[in-house]
């Protein structure tokens, strides 16, 4: 692996061909080979790979004014942010450029707000298995353990805590937290819900003790869940959400959004060179306009419904273990058998599914997905499933 291309840095383990084209839930390699992709660049082409609505409005767009920087107001930035408060119920947005960069100002929000209301009180709690990106503060406040040793010495300020446990967040907060970050359905960490009564006890644990709720809704926004966002079902109101992977469709865009009373940047606290671009945002305004069309969501749940179902069969069928995640944010524990091989026997077989653990496959097809093609997937990946046991039987 990653000998082909000497002048790409490995930063992970690639297959030696290169990808030219995509449509919908479809890819093809330079081979011509082609692939179905239920991983579609990590959940991040809400609407499958190249889709019209998106292509047109980035033409478009870039034919207009494809840059004029972050000094100025542009038409789809301001449409795109009335479009994301509008549906989230919070006030304010900073565009950004990945998850990892969003969750970056999110951070740095929390921490000027503490400045400012709470007597300079840093410190932030998150979560165990965590993970919120790649930048140095956002890898200290993952709680990934691999990240642990890495690229020393770490961000200060960060608590972990176990996931789903209210008192371990109890035993920590206190008045040098200015908040509690977290994901409600843990992706990395092999799709992980949080639980109903935790996330509700967290609301009011972090209101009683003035803390900001941060929700990381980079995997499970824009209506991956089978809501617009996984905060929806919890019945609760987060102070500050951050958006990333979906809202582009395939480009570029992340978001940092967050209530007035917490919005306290100053000219200067802020910025960056691309964010707010009116190709980016162009892009995010058509991919909004589909994901809220009437019936949207109720189709996701209908895909999903049918996918957590023949993954269910299957399970049952070869004795792998049981499916977790909400809408088409999926996983299926592979139980006694690799999900690592299962993944590299699927691809064999023309099917990208992830493995973000050994036991775990992870399913993010587009939302759009028909019902035809999850019948393909899973078609394919039960033949990677008995390639899995065929080879073990013949140790
Ligand atoms: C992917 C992801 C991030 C990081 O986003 P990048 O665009 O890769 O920087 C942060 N948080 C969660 C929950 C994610 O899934």
Redesign the pocket.
Known sequence: MNTRFSSIMPITNRPETRFVEGKGVWLMDEMGRRYLDFMQG??VNTLGHSPKVVVDAIAEQAGRLMNIGPAFYNEPMVALADQITAHSGLDEVFFA???????EGAIKLARKWGTKQKNGAFEIVTMQN??????LA?MSA?GKPQFELLFEPKVPGFIKVPFNDIGAVEAVIGEQTVAVML?LI???AGVIPADLDFVQQLRELTSTNNCLLII?????GIARTGQLFAFNYYGIEPDII?L??GPGGGV?L?ALVATHAVSCFEPGDQGGTFNGNPVMCAAGCAVFEAVTSTQFLATVEQCSAQLVDALEGLAKKYGLGGVRGRGLLLALDSGPLSAVEIAAAAFEGGLLVNAPRTDTLRFMPPLNVSAQEIGEMVARLERAVEQVIREREGE
Do not use: L, Y
């Open positions: 990590w959940a450029n990945s998850g990892a960069e969003a969750n965590g993970f919120h990106g790649r930048t956002t993952s994901e843990q992706g990395e990381d809704e980079i995997q499970t951050t990333g992977k570029p992340a």
